[in-house]
């Protein structure tokens, strides 16, 4: 089948549709016109557009938790915790890693062994094998709405489940489900799995029925550059758009340097408004989220709550119209329920504190906004082109030749030769640009601001401090200088 | 004479970036790493022994299956003619902060002769590696 | 005897000393001449002056708690696991309640109780009823520089003993240890107390022992407008000058808003450099500190890491040299030394994270430092001319006037006619502004300023508001807003 | 019938805020109230109540010597002929944070009618003073 960036036509997608729910017997369960009756049904303020909305409109950050067990009454006391004694505003399933990857027998070993030891054996909810039934039973038992996190290069089937389970609200795409979370899954097999779930999100809006999407920000949390992770979701923000999404999130991990951060939040809305007007795509509503720091994590709580806590503060500068929360528990493990709602308390606190100080102007942020646009739009328009004007293909020839490229990726259909390092505030710059389209100007900027921080270190650049940085966070500090 | 690892992130897991240090930090220690990268399944590791001669498997398991994925390791190396090989284990091998004690004894029992608690950092297992294939 | 802005005669001052020393038995272990040949053996990184030099010249914020009992080994303990478990760089001694109203006979009550009763009985150290062999074993036991804070009106015997004991830095004021602390005790007298103090610290300073002194600034923290604090600090700055002080603190306590912290410490800075600068005082140092929130704290401990980081990023924003860090427990009580090392490890990591990005330009950022430094001066001027010259006499007269006016305060020698509030974006700015000798543009700026706020709300300007702002923070928000 | 409180900070404690809110709201609940401040002597206290002819003495402490502050009150009340008058505590009543119910149990043992915790909102003594001075 061809790839190309083009609304589906329904009879496509439905013979597409026989395959996605023949994956699992649970497919069978699923009814579309039941499932929309049933959607229908669920009232406003359980659903995130519904909430994404008013908190857009009144310049609010949400607060939303990663949570998920294999067990389904579990999974309930656990997300009722969270919303009662975490105060979360925005609900998750996390899904366990083997559904990820479509291997639900593994997934049903996880769920036995799990019942027969007690302990959870996986590290998330396994939508799938508990059916569209097992996941109403969540959905409708909780106040908050809740939102399918996971990680999945081809979440037809989850998505098909999960919509018609009640969930009101999908993470993912071609390229951030891809790329950070395989090996060797096709980029072209990805962006269709994903044109198909937003096909299928574009029928439930024809049908009346709102469902928020989001793009996964973080790609591999790891010293992702904003312009990548900006990049890669006005990439599937378009795609998404172009099969009929209307509400869309796109979101951003932290990296650690404030300027940067609310600069890199600004530029992401700002961009994909104007990639969306110039595409045609006037009537989708955009919201945008930051992760909290999304690589390694001190293992002393106390050193957590910091970095939540900061990552927290960014949030509420950047008004971001929600907030991913971690736990102080993140260096170690799936959190406790207690310690999940530790870090959600946190960030509430944090976020209430700075509800009313959005950083909206400065010197020091329009530079860096006009940094990271500028080589957000190299990216793009090259992309443009290679693609001959259609964004699908585009996608697919940007990663071939390396002009997207996204750190520390586990996929092979990822260039990965760029190279990012901290500069000596703490922003995260490019020790190498590897293939990407930028010009000259811009190169010698990253090259220049890596030059200062060796300086500042009296080291020579060198991989040496890539190691560091990535250290450096869960050893105490943001910039790895030396001893 | 220089010793042989193969190195690999067990299962479905794709934690990409211990991974690259690990075999950043392993080659610069002298040792020979075959690096498998992320998702290995156990089948892969231990050819990957067999073809390389290796003098031990390094396994790291970061996002929690490491329990289920690392059953029977030990009696399928041992059928492969791979008899007393060093297995090593590391990451954040279970799910969620379970007493690491209790973790240990779990996958000593499994047959590995070294586990490794979450953010270890790779001297120790350098450090562990010079002392165990000293005499061999 | 006759206050006035001099610095005290040689004479006059061992005269005052017979009368300081025998209040207590252990005021006959001082001897000045033993006491400066022990603090010139204490090697100079134990030596607040020389930690605080090097982190003035480094940029760097260092990192300092709260913490006292009331037995010595305890005490040792204590220090030692703020330093180690802590990562605390500066150590405190904090003095009990009893202590600091020269109540020895009910210190030694306590000393005794807690003894037997296996619990601490007291709020601090008393370091008076320990003696100089007492605090020498607490300051020659840690790696890291001991100071004394306390909160006493008259403090001549406690400095007398610790510096004999071996503390480097010795925190208060004649204002500040006053209003916040005493009820009826007169300006006047705390005054020449004070000025014993710093004549005593600058004897040591003339035999070649430099001692740290620290003019305590949050007051009654509790929405304490910048003007306020800063006037006081400045004024007690320039009293310490002229006795011979050569190494100076001045302090801040976090009202909340980023740019208005910001703002308020860098206006700190300059204008105690300035203020010193016209009257002569040219070869002072002077370094700032910022406090972590000093009002009512959340009871939840999550929250209560919330409020300890954010004002660890203000402080590392700001670039303080140093921050007083709360704990977890601060709602509750004095803290465990566990609950307290947590709270220096989560200032420590964020401290670390923003060492490299100071806040130091921006428009707003300017213009609050202006209204600051504009209010500042009002004040100080009109002070300035109510002592006809002499700052001792205008500190007095100006607390009279109602011209220097702390919110909440207990002592009746304070005028408690101004009445702050949050304006909308959180900054404390005031809602009565008394007597304050502000220009009636000033007047209007913090008039339209809470209008605008409650407009916002709804309301009326009341009471209310002001009620609503106290409770805000230890209930999860910095602006009380209505329901 | 109004009735009337004497309130106030004892022993050598200045913290003022809560003071002065406690004040606000018992007065603005309706009743009246002879507030003495921060650092309140128990005699000052006793004198107070007997001037005013007061159903209820409300103590706070917050600096954490109540417990070295209130030993003997109730008996110096007794003595002042303040038999079966009301009394309160409430604030951060010793020093630390320490299990809530044995605290309680020390105060009632030294003869306090209620005892409050740390941060209780003056609503819930405003809801006791109203049930106990109910039949008074
Ligand atoms: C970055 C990250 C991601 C990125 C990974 C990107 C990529 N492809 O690499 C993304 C966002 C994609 C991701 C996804 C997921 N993650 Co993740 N992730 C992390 C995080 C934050 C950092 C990992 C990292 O890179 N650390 C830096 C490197 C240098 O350290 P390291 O990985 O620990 O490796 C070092 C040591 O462990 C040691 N080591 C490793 N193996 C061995 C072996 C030996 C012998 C020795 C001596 C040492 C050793 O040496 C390495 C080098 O120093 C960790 C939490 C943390 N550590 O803070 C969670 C974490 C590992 N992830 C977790 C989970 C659950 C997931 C997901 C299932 C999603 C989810 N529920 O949120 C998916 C799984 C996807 C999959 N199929 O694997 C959990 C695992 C939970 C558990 N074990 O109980 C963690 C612990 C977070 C948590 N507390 O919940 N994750
Ligand atoms: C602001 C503050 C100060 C200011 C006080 C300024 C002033 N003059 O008012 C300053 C900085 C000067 C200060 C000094 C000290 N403080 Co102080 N302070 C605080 C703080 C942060 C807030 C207090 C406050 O204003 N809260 C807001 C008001 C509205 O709440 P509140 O005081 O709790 O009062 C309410 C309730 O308790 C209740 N309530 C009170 N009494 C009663 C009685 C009844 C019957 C009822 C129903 C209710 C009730 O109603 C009140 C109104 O809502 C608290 C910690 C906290 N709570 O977060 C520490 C705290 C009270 N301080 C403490 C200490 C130890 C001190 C010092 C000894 C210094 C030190 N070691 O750091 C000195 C003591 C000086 C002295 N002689 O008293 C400790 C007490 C420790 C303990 N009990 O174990 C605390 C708890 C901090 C801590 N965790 O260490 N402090």
Same mark, same amino acid.
């Given at each position: 089948m061809q790839l190309s960036n083009k609304k589906w036509d329904l009879d496509f997608f439905l013979a597409q549709r026989q395959e996605a729910l023949s994956a699992w017997p649970t497919g069978a369960e699923v009814d579309l016109d039941e499932a929309i009756a049933y959607q229908a049904e669920i009232p406003g303020e359980k659903r995130?557009?519904?909430?994404?909305?008013?908190?857009?409109?009144?310049?609010?950050?949400?607060?939303?938790?990663?949570?998920?067990?294999?067990?389904?009454?579990?999974?309930?006391?656990?997300?009722?915790?969270?919303?009662?004694?975490? =105060?979360? &505003?925005?609900?998750?399933?996390?899904? &366990? *890693?083997?559904?990820?990857?479509?291997?639900?027998? &593994?997934?049903?070993?996880?769920?036995?062994?799990?019942?027969? *030891? /007690?302990?959870?054996?996986?590290?998330?909810?396994?939508?799938?094998?508990?059916?569209? !039934? /097992?996941?109403?039973?969540?959905?409708?038992?909780?106040?908050?709405?809740?939102?399918v996190r996971h990680g999945t290069p081809d979440a037809r089937l989850l998505c098909e489940i999960t919509l018609?389970?009640?969930?009101?609200?999908?993470?993912?795409?071609?390229?951030?489900?891809?790329?950070?979370?395989? !090996?060797?899954?096709?980029?072209?097999?990805?962006?269709?799995?994903?044109?198909?779930? #937003?096909?299928?999100?574009?029928?439930?809006?024809?049908?009346?029925? *709102?469902?928020?999407?989001?793009?996964?920000?973080? +790609?591999?949390?790891?010293?992702?550059?904003?312009?990548?992770?900006?990049?890669?979701?006005i990439l599937e923000a378009l795609l998404a758009a172009e099969q009929g999404v209307k509400n869309i999130t796109v979101g951003y991990g932290q990296c650690g340097n404030l300027i940067q951060d609310v600069a890199a939040i600004r530029a992401l809305e700002q961009q994909t408004k104007a990639y969306f007007a110039r595409f045609g795509y006037t009537d989708v509503v955009v919201s945008t989220v930051l992760h909290?720091?999304? /690589?390694?994590?001190?293992? &002393? =709580?106390?050193?957590?709550?910091?970095?939540i806590c900061w990552g927290s503060a960014v949030a509420a500068l950047a008004q971001a119209t929600k907030v991913i929360v971690k736990s102080p528990h993140e260096a170690l493990g799936v959190p406790t329920m207690e310690a999940n709602a530790a870090g959600l308390r946190a960030t509430k606190q944090v976020i209430m504190m700075l509800a009313d100080q959005a950083i909206a102007d400065g010197e020091r942020l329009q530079e860096e906004m006009a940094i990271i646009m500028a080589e957000t739009d190299c990216i793009l328009e090259r992309a443009l082109e290679l693609g001959e004007g259609d964004w699908a293909l585009g996608t697919v020839r940007g990663f071939e030749a390396g002009i997207? #490229?996204?750190?520390?990726?586990?996929?092979?259909?990822?260039?990965? !030769?760029?190279?990012?390092?901290?500069d000596n505030n703490g922003a995260v710059r490019l020790l190498d640009t590897g293939l990407l389209p930028f010009t000259d100007k811009l190169k010698a900027f990253h090259q220049a601001k890596i030059a200062q921080r060796a300086q500042a270190e009296h080291r020579g650049v060198s991989f040496q401090m890539v190691i560091d940085d990535i250290y450096a966070i869960s050893?105490?500090? +943001?910039?790895?200088?030396?001893h | 004479m220089q010793k042989t690892l193969v190195l690999g992130v067990i299962g479905a897991d794709v934690h990409a970036v211990g991974n690259q240090i690990l075999n950043y930090a392993f080659t610069d220690a002298g040792f020979h790493v075959v690096n498998l990268g992320v998702m290995v399944s156990q089948e892969e590791f231990i050819e990957a022994a067999i073809e390389s001669a290796a003098d031990a498997i390094i396994v790291s398991s970061l996002y929690g299956h490491g329990e289920l994925d690392c059953q029977g390791l030990r009696d399928k190396c041992d059928e492969a003619g791979l008899k007393g090989i060093l297995l090593y284990v590391g990451g954040n091998i279970v799910v969620g902060k379970?007493? $690491?004690?209790?973790? %240990?004894? %779990? $996958?000593?029992?499994?047959? $590995?002769d070294r586990v490794f608690g979450p953010g270890t950092p790779p001297e120790a297992g350098i450090a562990a590696l010079r002392e165990d294939l000293a005499d061999r």
């Open positions: 995130f557009v519904t909430r994404l909305n008013e908190a857009l409109a009144a310049g609010k950050t949400l607060i939303q938790p990663r949570a998920g067990v294999p067990l389904i009454n579990e999974h309930i006391v656990l997300l009722g915790h969270l919303e009662q004694e975490g =105060e979360a &505003d925005l609900l998750p399933t996390t899904i &366990d *890693s083997y559904t990820r990857l479509n291997r639900y027998e &593994d997934a049903q070993r996880g769920i036995e062994e799990s019942k027969v *030891s /007690g302990k959870a054996m996986l590290n998330g909810f396994p939508a799938v094998n508990h059916g569209v !039934k /097992g996941c109403r039973m969540v959905t409708s038992a909780l106040k908050a709405p809740v939102q018609a389970g009640g969930f009101t609200s999908f993470e993912g795409g071609g390229i951030s489900y891809n790329i950070p979370y395989a !090996k060797a899954v096709p980029m072209q097999d990805t962006l269709l799995y994903w044109q198909y779930v #937003d096909r299928l999100v574009g029928l439930y809006e024809e049908r009346g029925i *709102s469902i928020n999407r989001e793009p996964f920000g973080p +790609l591999t949390g790891t010293l992702v550059p904003p312009c990548i992770s900006n990049a890669v979701a909290q720091w999304m /690589g390694g994590f001190p293992a &002393d =709580e106390a050193k957590a709550f910091a970095v997207i #490229d996204i750190p520390f990726a586990p996929s092979r259909y990822n260039m990965g !030769k760029i190279m990012p390092a901290r050893k105490g500090r +943001l910039v790895g200088r030396p | 379970q007493p $690491f004690e209790e973790v %240990r004894q %779990r $996958f000593l029992d499994m047959g $590995f």
